[in-house]
Every structure is written in C-alpha cells, then in structure tokens.
C-alpha cells in the first residue's frame, strides 16, 4: 500500500491543500525523484 502512494494520499486528502502549495509540493517531489535517480545513475556508473 505503500508503494502505491494510498497513506500518503490518505493524509493528502485529510486537509485542504491550496493549489498553490500543491504546485510546490508537486515541484520539490519531482526535484527529489530527479536526484535520486541520478544518485542511481551516477553509483551505477562507478563515480560516487
């Protein structure tokens, strides 16, 4: 379930989120997901 984003969706629906803060929100996880992967990519390489 967790893999699936149900808790994280379940506390996301608990309060109102403003569109705004959604837009960040949405923005600061996709910077995350960028890093990581090239964390991945770059130990993957021999680099890190």
Do not use: D, H, I, N
């Not at 967790?2 to 608990?14: L, Y």
């Not at 960040?24 to 021999?46: F, I, S, T």
């Amino acid at each position: 379930m967790q893999r699936e984003g149900t808790f994280r969706e379940m506390k996301a629906r608990k309060f109102y989120e403003k569109p705004s803060e959604k837009r960040a929100r949405q923005k600061a996880e996709a910077v995350r997901r960028a890093r990581k992967l090239q964390r991945k990519k770059m130990q993957r390489e021999g680099l890190a």
